[in-house]
């Protein structure tokens, strides 16, 4: 995902709307900014980004059995069973 942004008086730039909904970044938000590689870097402090989707794309030709979501929730499933002794109630 690329977007271009102008760059205004005194630094000032404006994040588009879309990429601080996908990031949860709001007014008020403190936002780091780093230097990577000569790269301009900024993230919002305090989030912590589903890390499924932060590294789609990145491996090719990998696949898994199950999605993450539903291997949680069969893992949770299993936990519950084994804490409450298999018993519902």
């Keep these: 995902m690329s977007e271009q942004v102008k760059v205004l008086k005194k630094g000032k730039i404006t994040i588009p709307a879309d990429v601080r909904r996908k990031l ?10 780093e ?3 000569g790269r301009l870097v900024l993230h919002p402090l305090n ?11 990145l491996a090719t ?3 898994f ?7 949680m929730a069969r893992a949770v499933s299993e936990r519950v ?7 519902r109630r």
Excluded: C, F, H
Excluded at 47 to 57: A, R, Y
Excluded at 65 to 71: M, W
Excluded at 81 to 87: E, I, L
């Design 81 to 87: 069973k084994r804490k409450t002794g298999g018993k």
């Design 65 to 71: 059995g199950a999605s993450v979501k539903d291997e």
């Design 61 to 63: 030709g990998v696949s």
């Design 24 to 33: 949860g970044i709001k007014e008020g938000d403190t936002i780091a900014l």
């Design 47 to 57: 989030v912590v980004l589903n890390p499924t989707q932060t590294l789609s794309g």
């Design 35 to 37: 230097m990577v590689g």
